[in-house]
């Protein structure tokens, strides 16, 4: 019985992990280790027998007969031809049996994977060559996969990752989370040291001061935003009737994150994404309005060495964790925070019915509020923009200098257009808004005529965005924000 198991497997998840001060691995450890892999056997087995049997509703029976009878045999040309597939259309006019193949096909080989480092946790296959086990094991991994070691665990975690960004995880995200656990408990159960900075010298326990060096560009607040300690629901929504931003103070200190489960902390999110396994899609360069910006899909762990931590990070490159549904992906930092009261409030009706603030049609009424991650090194920006939607941005971790303009102000922030490819970019300003000031007056000259508020937000605390504001925002240092968008 799947449930059981998962209740079995929950049950040992919760235990700690052994001491790795003992010299000799006790008895009680070992059998935890042959219950972990007992449990996760039983587990992989009532995975395959599901994407092996899907129900008749399932969107995957819309691909060919021939497909589906070789889905847990042979995953790995399945996943070529779902991506190919892809690739063909828009993402929101792919079918969604392809995405569903595309998933089934990356979670089979995930499993065989899993199966064959639980069997071979020395990374040694006895098997030789020309054997069935050999042959099953080269149809999903392919024939000159050598993985030593934990490099099983890498390739695992790189297949299961890759379908959530690919293919939206097409309805196995339950499934998927499942493996990602148990490799966590896995892990947890080897006793694995704690992963140390680069010079061996201690824990990654905090993002070094270096880091903060942008906090020396933190310009002087000559118009700060209005702010509140804590203030009541009723006070919330009193304030919204202003169609002002407020800073909001004395509101984050029931978070884990903040606390127990620190943010602040590199070894703590390393240990979170499987020692720094997991992949995360990033920007690079400094504003998505730059020419040299671009994007990449990297692990946790090369994002923290690249760009999080001195003496490693290259100063004049900048990664940015930005706008990323984190918390889907990866839930157990999801329990770490809470979705703040105030997004449960009814925001007034617009002044112009049919209309957001910043002119355009209101964006899709929410049931729940948007949650998405930014996280990235000092210096990193977002360009003056406008959102859809109402925001309370938090901030977990360092600290930020934010501009905002009312949607009053628009037509002295230089809006852009529809751009080569028919994107559009009409919410986005062409104005740098920190730029000399020589450079705005030639190229933007009703720019510096512009009334705005600032503030720099720092831990702890949030910052009420009014639908339609313009806002601008640079890291002063190391900074983990958590944004909630509702309406």
Same mark, same amino acid.
């Given at each position: 019985n799947l449930e059981y198991e998962r209740r079995s497997f929950n049950a040992i998840r919760s235990l700690p992990p052994p001491s790795s001060n003992s010299a000799q691995t006790p008895s009680w450890t070992l059998s935890i280790r042959r219950t972990v892999r007992t449990s996760m056997q039983h587990i992989l087995q009532q995975i395959l027998s599901a994407i092996a049997a899907p129900d008749k509703p399932d969107p995957i029976n819309d691909c060919p007969a021939s497909v589906l009878a070789v889905l847990p045999s042979h995953p790995e040309p399945l996943i070529a031809l779902a991506h190919s597939k892809l690739h063909s259309f828009s993402f929101a006019s792919v079918p969604v049996c392809w995405r569903r193949l595309y998933t089934d096909a990356s979670i089979a080989k995930a499993v065989a994977l899993i199966e064959h480092g639980l069997a071979h946790p020395d990374g040694c296959d006895t098997a030789p060559s020309g054997?069935?086990?050999?042959?099953?094991?080269?149809?999903?991994?392919?024939?000159?996969? $050598?993985?030593? $070691?934990?490099?099983?665990?890498?390739?695992?975690?790189?297949?299961?990752?890759?379908?959530?960004?690919?293919?939206?995880?097409?309805?196995?995200?339950?499934?998927?989370?499942?493996?990602?656990? $148990?490799?966590?408990?896995?892990?947890?159960?080897?006793?694995?040291?704690?992963?140390?900075?680069?010079? =061996?010298?201690?824990?990654?326990?905090?993002?070094?001061?270096?880091?903060?060096?942008?906090?020396?560009?933190?310009?002087?607040i000559q118009y700060p935003v209005q702010s509140a300690i804590a203030p009541s629901m009723q006070a919330f929504e009193m304030h919204m009737e202003t169609t002002q931003p407020l800073r909001i103070k004395d509101a984050l200190d029931h978070w884990p994150a903040m606390h127990e489960r620190p943010w602040s902390s590199p070894a703590y999110l390393l240990d979170k994404t499987l020692g720094g396994r997991r992949l995360i899609p990033i920007e690079l360069g400094r504003?998505?309005?730059?020419?040299?910006?671009?994007?990449?899909?990297?692990?946790?762990?090369?994002?923290?060495?690249?760009?999080?931590?001195?003496?490693?990070?290259?100063?004049?490159?900048?990664? %940015?964790?930005?706008?990323?549904?984190?918390?889907?992906?990866?839930?157990?930092?999801?329990?770490?925070?809470?979705?703040?009261? %105030?997004?449960?409030?009814?925001?007034?009706p617009l002044k112009t019915p049919g209309l957001t603030s910043a002119g355009k049609p209101p964006a899709t009424h929410l049931d729940e509020p948007l949650l998405n991650a930014w996280f990235g090194p000092a210096g990193t920006v977002s360009p003056l923009h406008t959102d859809p939607y109402h925001n309370i941005l938090c901030q977990v971790v360092g600290k930020k200098y934010i501009r905002? %303009?009312?949607?009053?102000?628009?037509?002295?922030? %230089?809006?852009?257009?529809?751009?080569? $490819? =028919?994107?559009?970019?009409?919410?986005?300003s062409e104005v740098d808004a920190e730029a000399a000031l020589n450079e705005l007056e030639a190229e933007f000259p009703s720019f510096q005529q512009a009334e705005y508020v600032e503030t720099v937000l720092a831990e702890g605390e949030c910052l009420y965005i009014p639908v339609g504001w313009w806002h601008y925002v640079r890291s002063l240092s190391v900074s983990f924000s958590v944004s909630f968008w509702w309406n």
């Open positions: 054997t069935k086990r050999k042959r099953d094991r080269d149809a999903v991994r392919g024939p000159s996969s $050598g993985l030593l $070691g934990e490099a099983w665990i890498d390739e695992a975690v790189k297949v299961l990752d890759m379908t959530a960004i690919m293919a939206g995880a097409a309805g196995r995200e339950e499934v998927i989370d499942e493996l990602f656990s $148990g490799l966590q408990s896995y892990l947890n159960n080897k006793a694995s040291p704690q992963p140390k900075c680069p010079r =061996g010298e201690k824990v990654w326990d905090s993002f070094p001061v270096a880091q903060n060096m942008e906090l020396s560009k933190a310009p002087r504003t998505y309005t730059d020419d040299d910006w671009g994007q990449s899909i990297i692990t946790f762990k090369d994002f923290m060495q690249r760009y999080m931590i001195p003496n490693i990070a290259d100063p004049s490159k900048l990664g %940015y964790l930005a706008q990323h549904d984190l918390f889907a992906q990866i839930p157990s930092l999801r329990h770490d925070i809470a979705i703040p009261d %105030y997004c449960y409030t009814s925001p007034p905002l %303009y009312s949607p009053d102000q628009t037509n002295k922030l %230089y809006p852009k257009g529809v751009e080569d $490819g =028919g994107v559009d970019m009409s919410n986005t």
